[in-house]
T-cell receptor
Framework: DQQVKQNSPSLSVQEGRISILNCDYT??????FLWYKKYPAEGPTFLIS?????DKNEDGRFTVFLNKSAKHLSLHIVPSQPGDSAVYFC???????????FGAGTRLTVKP | DAGVTQSPTHLIKTRGQQVTLRCSPK?????VSWYQQALGQGPQFIFQ???????QRGNFPDRFSGHQFPNYSSELNVNALLLGDSALYLC??????????????FGQGTRLTVV
C-alpha cells in the first residue's frame, strides 16, 4: 500500500536554478509532511516539514508547498547548489503518531 | 553530542539464521523507531518503542521483534532470515510519542545481506 509516492526517480538541474521535487499522497488522514535528504552512506536528515493546516512553509532556500485538494506537495530549492545533490524523501505522518510513511525518493543532481 | 549510532554497519547472514541490530538514540531522546529500506525504495516503518514498550507496528511479520532498554537504546531482532530481508535497516530517534510531525534523527543504518 503505497500511500506516499514520488514519481520522479531522478532530477538534474543547473547550479543557481530552481529545483522542484514533487510528492503525492493518497491518505487524507495525514497531518504532517516532511522532507528528508540522504547522502550516500549516511542516514536521512530532516530538511523541512509542513502541517496540513498550512499551504506553505519556508526555511532559507527551501520552501514546501502543500495542495490538500490535490493531495500533492512539492519542495522548491532556490538557488540550487552542488551540495544539494542527494536523494530526497517525502514522508507523511498523522497527528497522533509519528511513524512516517516514505516515498521512494528522488535523486537530485545539481550540476556546476 | 553524539547522534544516533547503530551497530554493526554491515552484516552478512545465512538464510534461516537470526540477527540482532543495535541502536543508541540521540542524547535526550526517548523514542526509537526502526525502518527497513530496500534497494531503490524509501524507508518502511517496522515498529516504534517508547517507555520500553512497542507502541506502533508497521506491516511486518512476527519474525521482526524488538526491545528497548531503560537507557532508551534498542535492539531489532529478525528470526528465520529470508533473502528478502536483505536491506538497509535504519534506526530513528525522537522525543516523545504521539506527536506527529516530530523531527526524527536517523542513524547511518546497518546494511544486512542475507545469502
Amino acid at each position: 500500500d503505497q500511500q506516499v509516492k514520488q514519481n520522479s526517480p531522478s532530477l538534474s538541474v543547473q547550479e543557481g536554478r530552481i529545483s522542484i521535487l514533487n510528492c503525492d499522497y493518497t491518505n487524507s488522514m495525514f497531518d504532517y509532511f516532511l522532507w528528508y535528504k540522504k547522502y550516500p552512506a549516511e542516514g536521512p536528515t530532516f530538511l523541512i516539514s509542513i502541517s496540513s493546516i498550512k499551504d506553505k512553509n519556508e526555511d532559507g532556500r527551501f520552501t514546501v508547498f502543500l495542495n490538500k485538494s490535490a493531495k500533492h506537495l512539492s519542495l522548491h530549492i532556490v538557488p540550487s547548489q552542488p551540495g544539494d545533490s542527494a536523494v530526497y524523501f517525502c514522508a507523511a505522518s498523522s497527528y497522533n503518531n509519528n511513524d512516517m510513511r516514505f516515498g521512494a525518493g528522488t535523486r537530485l543532481t545539481v550540476k556546476p | 553530542d553524539a547522534g544516533v549510532t547503530q551497530s554493526p554497519t554491515h552484516l552478512i547472514k545465512t538464510r534461516g539464521q537470526q540477527v540482532t541490530l543495535r541502536c543508541s538514540p540521540k542524547s535526550g531522546h526517548d523514542t526509537v523507531s526502526w525502518y527497513q529500506q530496500a534497494l531503490g525504495q524509501g524507508p518502511q516503518f517496522i515498529f516504534q518503542y517508547y517507555e520500553e514498550e512497542e507502541r506502533q507496528r508497521g506491516n511486518f511479520p512476527d519474525r521482526f521483534s524488538g526491545h528497548q532498554f531503560p537507557n532508551y537504546s534498542s535492539e531489532l531482532n529478525v528470526n528465520a532470515l529470508l533473502l528478502g530481508d536483505s536491506a538497509l535497516y535504519l534506526c530513528a530517534s525522537s522525543l516523545g510519542t504521539g506527536v506527529g510531525g516530530t523531527e526524527a534523527f536517523f542513524g547511518q543504518g546497518t546494511r544486512l545481506t542475507v545469502v
